[in-house]
Each structure stands twice: as C-alpha cells, then as structure tokens.
C-alpha cells in the first residue's frame, strides 16, 4: 500500500511564507513524478508545480515567481515553498505521485489526503 502524506498547511497573512512537505511511503519501486496540486472552493484541481526524475518542473502561471518545488529522491518527499502569499492562493492542497509499485507496472497516480492552506489578515 502506498500513502503520501502532507503536511505545513496553515493560516498566514498575505506576504506570508509556507513550506509544505510530502512524504511517500510503502511499496514503491520508482517514483516518476511528484507534485502539488490545489483546489479552492467551487473550482476545479489545478496544478500548482511538479517535478520529475529528471528534474524537470512545471509551474502554473500564477505561480512562477513565487514558489519553489524541490524534491529529495532518497527521502521520497517533495517540497513546496510558497513566499509572497497571496488570498487567492487559499486552496487545500494535494500531493500526487506517480510511481510504480514494482518494476513491471506502469505509474500509478496516487494522492494525499490535502492540507488546507490560508491567506487571510
């Protein structure tokens, strides 16, 4: 069983800093992707920032400038540092890994279970 879990979310003033981390655990072979989505109420999930093995990463527009993802292969975890909070960035935020679980699989999608981040004075 593989469990991804979050954590850093919180309540920060606008201008604020918060660095959310991600932990993958369980059967995992390899993992390809990992990365932050959000979803703020009444809105679709979007992609916040990801990063592949490759190191290769992707930002949402919004966002570019401002955050950081980061990812350390050895502890299975990804990071998001958030700086310059914004109220528009209040969302619950979603780790997602795709992984395989042995070496056969194809990746997976698997997700956390989100942690609540807010920007509000």
């Known amino acids: 069983q593989v469990q991804l879990v979050e954590s850093g979310g919180g309540l920060v003033q606008p201008g604020g800093s918060l660095r959310l981390s991600c932990a993958a655990s369980?059967?995992?072979?390899?993992?390809?992707?990992m990365g932050w989505y959000r979803q703020a109420p009444g809105k679709q999930r979007e992609l916040v920032a990801d990063?592949?093995?490759?190191?290769?990463?992707r930002y949402a527009d919004s966002v570019k400038g401002r955050f950081a993802i980061s990812r350390d292969n050895a502890e299975r975890t990804v990071y998001l540092q958030m700086d310059s909070l914004k109220p528009e960035d209040t969302a619950v935020y979603y780790c997602n890994g795709a992984l395989k679980t042995t070496s056969w699989a194809y990746d997976n999608n698997y997700w956390g279970q989100g942690t609540q981040v807010t920007v509000s004075s």
């Open positions: 990063i592949a093995s490759s190191g290769r990463i």
């Open positions: 369980g059967r995992i072979f390899s993992i390809s992707t």
